[in-house]
């Protein structure tokens, strides 16, 4: 049974500082790439990073390039997202995903390419 499971969610000002974590177990995590996507209410999941299986390639939105980071561990089967001057317009549920077929690229970046989702963590920013 796959599971994904993130932390590391919370309530921050704007500027502020987050690091994410997911952590997975049942599936060959190596082989995998894996993303982040965050959701607001009655709107679609959105593309926030993600990171091919060895780390070697990483693909972030433009909304978040340059102040969040995504990472891999592949001997602790996790990955995590560095968020940084966060702002308002961040505030989500923030969830990782695993993909199998972009694990060389990193590029599958709509919610309906990856297979395997985590239960969400809450990130609030306050202005």
């Known amino acids: 049974q796959v599971q994904l499971v993130e932390s590391g969610g919370g309530l921050v000002t704007t500027g502020g500082s987050l690091r994410l974590s997911c952590a997975a177990s049942?599936?060959?995590?190596?082989?995998?790439?894996m993303g982040w996507f965050r959701q607001v209410p009655m709107k679609e999941r959105e593309f926030v990073a993600s990171?091919?299986?060895?780390?070697?390639?990483?693909n972030y939105a433009d909304s978040v390039k340059g102040r969040f980071t995504i990472s891999r561990d592949n001997s602790k089967s996790t990955v995590g997202l560095q968020m940084n001057s966060l702002k308002p317009e961040d505030t989500a549920v923030y969830y990782c995903?695993?993909?199998?077929?972009?694990?060389?690229?990193?590029?599958?970046?709509?919610?309906?390419?990856?297979?395997?989702w985590g239960q969400g963590t809450q990130v609030a920013v306050s202005s």
């Open positions: 995903a695993a993909d199998f077929s972009s694990r060389t690229t990193a590029q599958a970046i709509h919610w309906t390419e990856y297979r395997y």
């Open positions: 990171i091919s299986w060895n780390g070697g390639i990483t």
């Open positions: 049942g599936l060959a995590f190596s082989n995998y790439a």
